[in-house]
């Protein structure tokens, strides 16, 4: 969570692995959200934060559609206030209460005598501000278990939560934590409301929790996050609906003196849109860095000329069908990058529009053609659109029984491609879970029929120009995810040999057509 305090943040990171502009949670498989794979249907993703800063409108405009916040002991600056939670709910953002003193961490020190009675005391406080904070008080609190807590403190832990449940109710009583946490206080009734962290919980999910902490180190609007999914449509929020556009947007990327490539050519053609007399050669040199260092002492931000999520935010401008100039030229370059071929000719014309509605589709915003922030952030956050370091793939995501999509389409077509007898229906069942076993069994693997990391690495088979299959395939289906719209018959044509070309190019691969395992790990994790 980003409540704890920064000691205690650093030690959760080391679990992660961050992977270029936006991080990434390795510790089971779960990157963007397009990949990010339920047990069972979700009603949208959140954040929560500590940064009492950071606006509703910015998180509101990010794509989230709810927010868990804080509640501790007085004062604290990073509690949440009746002025925040009124905004929160302004903007239509559903709000999750969460107490959190330590997180229980002083119980590393030793356990306290009476659990019950400090149960009781932070739900006491807990309630009151919540309440002064505009929640029903029909609504749930999540109290927080912030670290890998050991089976010999189970006892004070259910004693614990005894102490709250004896102030708001059993029915109100939740608690965050890993999973082994989440486990034991469900099955022995102690809370019926569960958020359930990645971090401690060795890639397991408890299907009762209904939320998850999926990833951690996020930004929004420059202020760092952590990145929560809904597993249920009644995850315990108040004030707004909470529901979101269930699109989790990539970070802006940091693009800085000495880069190349199409986003740095698009970055130009915004700072001229403002003013600068630059030209946009998709170079990153001395004129480019003197005139990101003026824009951003115009505008009030840190003048360092890296072109990053706070500089990105002030240079977009919403264009949409009729907008001309240079700021066209910047979206019909971004656009260029998913190979819809445009030319940059600073006319929002009908070409451009139906690029821009068929790529708000293909990621699964609002098509309605206008280029506006989250499309803005969609096109450049996507991807690798300036080079000067390396690409790094995204985490192969966690697909297990009980998914549905894509991703399960395509690992049901590798596991037929490598002998299964198995429909592929995008329905992960009882004879996907065998089939996986199988493979991991006959392949020295972990048997646990999850398609993870491992088995993922396994699966994939190397396709290119004139390969026929089921791999192909499963190369179709994911390419469909990003709108190439190709037939899947198992036959690697020049149609799907020109949609690889495409997508590797839009996300700093090498440019060959063949989908090997970096072409198949940035599909699947993506």
Known sequence: MSMFDPGHRLSRRRLLTLAGGAAVATATGIGFAQSASAASATSGYGIDYSDASLTA????????????????????SKVLTLSEAEALTAA??????????????????GVPSDPHSQGAGHATEANRQALANGMPSSRPIYFSVDFDLQPSMYSALNSYFDGVAS????????????YHVIKELFDNGKITWG???????????DSRAQLRQVQNGITVAGKDADLDQAMAADFGQW??????????????????DGMTGPSV?????????????????GQFGPATLAAAKSFQSAHGLGVDGQIGPQTWSALIVQVQQGSSGD??????????????????DGSFGSGTNSAARAFQSA???????????????MLVGTGNGASGGGTVAPPWPNVIEGDTGNNVLAAQYLLRDHGASITADSQFGPATLAATKSFQSAHGLGVDGQIGPQTWSALIVQVQQGSSGDAVRAAQVELNKFGYGLTVDGSFGSGTNSAARAFQSAHGLSVDGQVGPKTWQMLVGS
Do not use: M
Request: one cysteine or more; glycine letters at 18%; proline letters at 3%.
């Open 265 to 281: 050519q698009a970055a130009q053609y915004l700072l001229r849109y403002h003013g600068a007399s630059i030209t946009a050669d």
């Open 195 to 205: 958020w359930q962290t990645y971090a401690w919980s060795g890639g397991n999910w």
């Open 92 to 109: 239509n953002l559903g709000i999750v209460s969460n107490w959190e003193s330590d997180g229980l961490q002083s119980w590393q020190s």
């Open 57 to 76: 409108s910015s998180v509101a405009a990010a794509g989230y559609g709810f927010v868990c916040r804080y509640l501790s002991w007085l004062p604290n």
């Open 167 to 178: 102030v708001i109710g059993r029915s109100r009583t939740g608690a965050y934590g890993g």
């Open 239 to 256: 004030g707004g609906k909470g529901g979101g556009t269930g699109v989790i947007l990539p970070s802006w990327p940091n693009i800085t």
């Open 363 to 377: 990621h699964g915003l609002s098509a309605d053609g206008q280029v506006g922030p989250q499309t803005w952030q």
């Open 327 to 344: 700021a066209v030229r910047a979206a019909q370059v971004e656009l260029n990058r998913f190979g819809y071929g445009l030319t940059v």
